[in-house]
């Protein structure tokens, strides 16, 4: 099974970063996920990483580390519309995902 | 494109009563998932299937039932709710099980 730790809630302002962390333990690895979900609202798919590194896709980042079991989601030049919820999931070796509780992340003006 | 549709949105169920929550697909996927989605827990994988015609348990399957008999649809059944399963369902499904997961709107369901 799998341990996968994220921070309950983050605040910043608008127009800042914010660097979500996930760890993870884990007894097979095929890949991490990051989800975005509003509230009352579906995930959507935001990033996978299955190699070291940094994965850059507009505003959203996401780097991994698999020999720590560490991944973040960078979030740049924040807008309101950012305010969600955002979930790290790991993909075991069988391809089950397992996910965090999520973090809250609240946008202010 | 409609992707993944959940049906009911939304229901009240009497403890022991029974009921089917439907999710349906028009992306061909192959794999499909029900996870549920509870505060502080993040969402848990109750049933999962690979393709049509074989399912199996994920990590809370305990009270709910499955079928796969064909590509689109992806049924999930409580036999006999109680309010435990009081929760938010998402069904998800990939075009294989190696592939990204994408969730439909989700049913709220609550048991009294």
């Known amino acids: 099974g799998q341990n996968i730790d994220q921070p309950t809630e983050m605040t910043a302002t608008e127009g800042a970063i914010v660097q979500i962390n996930c760890t993870y333990q884990t007894s097979g690895f095929n890949g991490l996920f990051w989800y975005q979900q509003h509230a009352g609202e579906a995930p959507t798919f935001l990033s996978y990483n299955v190699l070291d590194g940094l994965e850059e896709k507009g505003r959203f980042s996401s780097f991994l580390s698999r020999s720590k079991g560490y991944s973040y989601l960078l979030l740049k030049e924040l807008q309101m519309k950012d305010s969600a919820s955002y979930l790290c999931a790991v993909r075991e070796g069988d391809y089950k995902l397992s996910f965090g509780a999520g973090t809250t992340v609240t946008v202010r003006a | 494109t409609a992707g993944i549709t959940q049906a009911p949105t939304s229901q009240i169920l009497a403890a022991g009563r029974s009921m089917t929550l439907r999710c349906t697909q028009d992306?061909?996927?192959?794999?499909m998932y029900w996870y549920r989605q509870d505060l502080g827990l993040g969402l848990r994988l109750i049933h999962y299937s690979n393709t049509a015609g074989t399912t199996g348990k994920g990590e809370v399957p305990d009270g709910y039932s499955v079928s796969r008999a064909n590509t689109d649809d992806f049924p999930l059944t409580l036999a006999s709710a109680v309010p435990s399963q009081t929760s938010v369902y998402f069904c998800?499904?990939?075009?294989?099980?190696?592939?990204?997961?994408?969730f439909g709107p989700g049913t709220r369901l609550t048991v009294l």
């Open positions: 992306m061909r996927h192959n794999a």
């Open positions: 998800a499904s990939s075009r294989g099980a190696e592939d990204t997961q994408y």
